[in-house]
């Protein structure tokens, strides 16, 4: 094998069939843009960085209340806070 060739490349129903297919597809819809790239879902997930948490909540499925902040000091990275206003029971979940 030439160096630089991908070990593994999934199939197209593998494609279809991953978690990040479908993420991807629901963040176009919240942002009404259909992503054709992994960079273009990138730079939205910097640009709305509260839209692709809460979007991450809701598609995790996490069960509780994700409070009225969503991000706290998002510029800063370490010391960014993601749902600190959140309730859970982590039984639940």
């Not at 199939?11 to 992503?35: H, M, N, R, S, Y």
């Not at 709305?48 to 706290?72: A, H, P, Q, T």
Request: proline share 5%; with cysteine; hydrophobic share 45%.
């Amino acid at each position: 094998m030439a160096a630089g060739q991908p070990l593994w490349t999934p199939t197209q129903d593998q494609i279809d069939a991953a978690p990040l297919t479908a993420f991807t597809k629901a963040a176009g819809v919240k942002a009404g843009v259909a992503f054709s790239s992994y960079s273009q879902l990138h730079a939205w997930s910097v640009e709305d960085r509260e839209g692709f948490w809460s979007l991450i909540w809701d598609f995790c499925g996490i069960v509780g209340d994700k409070g009225d902040n969503l991000l706290v000091d998002g510029d800063k990275m370490p010391g960014a806070s993601f749902f600190p206003d959140a309730t859970l029971n982590f039984a639940e979940n």
